[in-house]
Structures are given as C-alpha cells and as structure tokens.
C-alpha cells in the first residue's frame, strides 16, 4: 500500500489539500466526444475512485470538461463512495462559453458577467449534486472582466454558502493583481499550464507572484498531455517536438531508473521541487498510473538533476 499522500495548504489559506490533485477532464472521453457510454462512464467512474483510494484530496472540474458530462459522472462517483464527498475538496470552473450557446451564431467566448457566473456555479452544483463547491475558479481571463462586477458575484456566492474559496487559471499575473484589487478575500490558486515541454511559467512571472503572494500555481497537463509519451504519443508532422520530448527523456528515463519510478513521476517531482509549491493536476485515467503517481511525492531530485532537465525544456543553454 502506497504511504498517503502529504498535505500542503491551499494559498494562504488554511484548507489542506493532497499535494497532488486529480483532474477530472478525460473521464468523459475524448474532448468534443458525443455523449459517453456505459464503458466510458465506467473508465471516469473508476478513474475518480482509484484517485480516492490513492490519497488524491482535490479534485479539479470545469463546467465545459465533457459538455457538463464529466460534472456529472463525478456525482456519480460521490453517490458510490458517500464517505467521499467529507474527504475531498471540489474545485471546478466557469467562463468559458462555446459557440451557438445558447443561441445559434453566438462565438466562442468569455463571459464573467455576474449572471453568468451565478447560473454555472448553479448548473455545476445541480450536476454535481452537491450543496456547495470548495474551489471556484475562473477559466480563462475574460477580456471584458469588469472586477466590481465579478466581486459582486463572488460574494453573493459566499454569502448563499454555495462556494467556499475562490481561484483562477490562465491568469497573467498582472490580471491576477487586476482582480484581487477588487476581491474580500485572497485568490487561493492561479492554474496554468506547467510542464517541461513548455515551462513558461518559469520566466513570466507567474510563479514568482505565487510565491511571493502565496498563491497555490495549480499545474495542468503536467506530463504535457502526454506529449512526453515518446513511445507512444502521434507527433504527426511536428519533428521538433518530438526531438524536444526525445531529448527530454534521455535525461529523465536514467533519474526513474534510479529512483525506481516511470519517467512521468521524474517530470512531477521536477515541479514538486520548485519553491512556488506547483501542485501539478494528474490527468491520466489509468489506475495504475494515477496510484502511481502519487509515489512522485515520496522522494525529491537533487539541484544539480532539477537543472540537467531545465536546459532541455527551455530549449536553450543557460547563459
Ligand atoms: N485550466 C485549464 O485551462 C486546463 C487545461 C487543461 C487541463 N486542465 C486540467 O488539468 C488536468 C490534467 O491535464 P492532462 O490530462 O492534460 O494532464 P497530463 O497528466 O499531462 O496528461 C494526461 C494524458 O497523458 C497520458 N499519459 C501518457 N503516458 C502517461 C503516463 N505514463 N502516466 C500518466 N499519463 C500518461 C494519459 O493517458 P492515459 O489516460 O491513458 O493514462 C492522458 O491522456 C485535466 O484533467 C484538467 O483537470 C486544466
């Protein structure tokens, strides 16, 4: 049996989480995928559960994964393990509007309108069938966020005792600072893409305003989505990818042999050591890769390893 998963508090607050959470965008599927069926329900199902049994305290949705599907085949897994839903932390996410919604001709889009926030927060819990969300999250920077207006609909949800905490993704942190000026209370994660095929976030500044303000960086896609799966992953035409994930591997398939792990668990424990305190968002719907990872936690690579695989990610040689 694994040993749990260690603990780390959410921003600056005082809500623990596991060190790792499970992210729940496959369960439905492939993305754009017609409704699932009985065999697919039962994958995300088994995937949620497996992720339960391993330790995995928080639990990242969004509205949109699945068309709302994967929302509810997660209250399906909360009615199967009742004990479940007490343990865990919901976090799931609004603002993202796809075309001809709800209204054929309407583009794809942003909306952080008050209105809008407050019926998906109301479509999330009714999919869920749960009476509150521990995390709620904006998805992606609306470019007509009016701060006053997105405060208001934050506070009335506080206030209704429907969401307990407030987050964002794909912030820039000059947004993050934009939206806090206007907010009671602190931002607690700021979730963007983290990983080594592309480690932007190293050098735009926003992981250094997460740890200078305490603020969780929640990384999605950690294992790049599985473009680091060189056996196996399509690469179609795009060569330089494929050699940037080919040289990647070659440093990391050695550090797994020595610590006895796969190299997925190398490209986490590169995140777990930065000093921001990634909490990197496993997307993968294998149990036996999601208990897996969860033994990423139990050791920690040297400086000297953490950078033989930052000049390959950056794709250049350190000055
Ligand atoms: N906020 C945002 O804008 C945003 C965007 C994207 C994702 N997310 C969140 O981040 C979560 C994780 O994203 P992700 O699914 O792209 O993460 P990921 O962990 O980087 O990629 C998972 C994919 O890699 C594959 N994979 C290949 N080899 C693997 C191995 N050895 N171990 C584990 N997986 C392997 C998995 O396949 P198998 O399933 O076959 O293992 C799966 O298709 C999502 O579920 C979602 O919650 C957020």
Not at 238 to 251: P, V
Request: charged share 20%; proline share 7%.
């Amino acid at each position: 049996m694994n040993p749990p998963i260690p603990k780390i508090p959410l921003g600056s607050s005082g809500i623990q989480s596991s060190r790792l959470a499970y992210g729940c965008w496959r369960i439905a599927g492939a993305e754009g995928a017609p409704e699932p069926d009985n065999q697919q329900k039962k994958i995300g199902l088994n995937a949620i559960i497996a992720a339960f049994e391993a330790g995995f305290t928080l639990f990242d949705l969004a509205d949109i994964y699945g068309a709302g599907w994967c929302e509810i085949i997660f209250g399906q897994a909360l009615q199967e393990v009742p004990e479940m839903r007490e343990k865990i932390l919901i976090a799931t996410k609004c603002g993202i509007r796809k075309p001809d919604t709800p209204a054929i001709g309407a583009p794809y889009r942003y909306d952080f309108s008050a209105e809008y926030i407050l019926d998906s927060c109301d479509g999330s819990l009714k999919r869920m069938g749960v009476d509150h969300i521990d995390l709620y999250m904006l998805h992606r920077p609306d470019f007509l966020m009016d701060i006053q207006e997105v405060a208001k609909a934050f506070s009335k949800l506080q206030q209704s005792g429907k969401v307990s905490s407030f987050g964002v993704s794909n912030f820039t942190p000059t947004q993050v600072n934009l939206l806090q000026s206007a907010l009671g209370s602190r931002l607690l994660v700021n979730q963007v893409e983290v990983h080594l095929l592309d480690p932007f976030t190293l050098t735009d500044g926003t992981l250094d305003q997460c740890q200078m303000n305490r603020i969780t960086p929640m990384a999605w896609s950690p294992l790049a989505g599985g473009r680091l799966d060189v056996e196996r992953f399509d690469y179609g035409a795009d060569h330089e990818l494929k050699a940037k994930a080919t040289r990647l591997r070659s440093i990391m398939d050695p550090l797994a042999e020595k610590y006895r792990v796969t190299w997925a668990e190398i490209a986490l424990a590169w995140l777990l050591k930065h000093p921001a305190k990634i909490l990197p968002v496993i997307g993968s719907t294998q149990p036996k890769r999601i208990k897996m990872a969860a033994t990423a936690t139990d050791f920690e690579i040297s400086r000297e390893e953490w950078y033989s695989l930052l000049e390959p990610a950056l794709g250049h040689r350190l000055p």
